[in-house]
């Protein structure tokens, strides 16, 4: 049996589960209970507060774990170690730690920061950024609500998660300088056993399928034989794009994967080659 740990409420929880699911993994739960199993995958799940997660899987009370890498940032530098290791990002909850001061506030550089005092949920991060950029400020630890800590004068900046940056607008603060990036990953225990990592390698592969799905689309397009080897320059697909004559004489059907993030660039270039009737289909999942 596999043991993961997953946030028990809050932006990573929902996220979490939809991979798993879409990794053909089904959890039932009821409200309100904080450890499960799987009912098609030797996968035990326990729901826990976001804090506590880097900890249980120090202890080997669990053997994975979905969590933000900001926190993990934040733990190994609490340890001053590197023994939870991050064997796959998964492409969620992204966002970035961020230093924002008052709007009104004038920010030339970094250098502003000194002697200031600095609220965040992230000292060690913070503290060792400083320490980089050869920086003296006074941090002041908050567990929530960073937020509303100039506003009530108790520091002149903070340091703290930013997804939209909405959150910062309402409470009259701009984002000057960003620390680290951030998203959902997953990380294992160094006291992980073997039969246990033999399910987590079951795992990985269904989620890097779905990973890879989520990030191509699918496409089928029709193409003059002339101009087909232009087109398979442009499309090479996993291997190669499968090529069928069309009953058209002098036409063929092409289907191949594109990458999402060149999707409308490559889509131009084929039409500016030729293509035409050229269908985008989603993936629901890639296996390589």
């Known amino acids: 049996m596999l043991k993961i740990a997953i946030q028990k409420s ?65 733990n ?6 590197e023994d939870l290791k ?13 230093v924002a001061v008052p709007k009104e506030n004038d920010f030339n550089s970094l250098q502003d920061l000194e002697g200031k005092k600095i609220a965040t949920s992230y000292p060690n991060t913070v ?56 998203e959902a990953v997953l990380a294992v225990s160094p006291q992980i056993s073997a039969e246990a990592n033999q399910i987590l390698n079951k795992l990985l592969f269904r989620i890097q399928s779905v990973l890879k799905a989520r990030t191509s689309k699918y496409v089928l397009l029709n193409a003059p034989n002339d101009k087909l080897d232009k087109i398979i320059e442009i499309l090479p697909g996993m291997k190669s794009p499968t090529v069928l004559p ?26 500016n080659n030729g293509a035409e009737g050229i269908l985008i289909c989603p993936i629901e999942k890639m296996v390589l």
């Open 10 to 74: 809050g932006r990573l929880h929902d996220d979490s589960i939809k991979i798993l699911k879409e990794a053909g993994i089904y959890i039932d739960n009821g409200k309100d209970q904080l450890k499960t199993t799987s009912r098609n995958f030797p996968l035990e799940v326990l729901y826990l507060r976001n804090g506590d997660i880097p900890q249980y899987l120090r202890d080997g009370v669990v053997d994975i774990a979905i969590l933000g890498e900001n926190l993990l940032v934040e």
């Open 76 to 81: 190994l530098l609490v340890e001053k170690g």
């Open 86 to 98: 991050i064997v796959e990002k998964l492409g969620f909850s992204k966002c970035r730690v961020s």
């Open 127 to 182: 503290k060792n950024f400083l320490a980089e950029k050869g920086i003296n400020a006074e941090l002041h630890k908050i567990s929530g609500s960073v937020e509303i800590a100039p506003n009530i004068g108790l520091a002149d900046a903070i340091v703290d998660i930013v997804s939209s940056g909405s959150t910062l607008f309402k409470n009259n603060l701009k984002e000057v300088e960003q620390i680290l990036k951030s």
């Open 246 to 271: 069309l009953a058209k004489e002098g036409w063929s059907s092409l289907h191949s994967v594109i990458n999402e993030e060149t999707f409308w660039e490559v889509i131009d270039e084929l039409k």
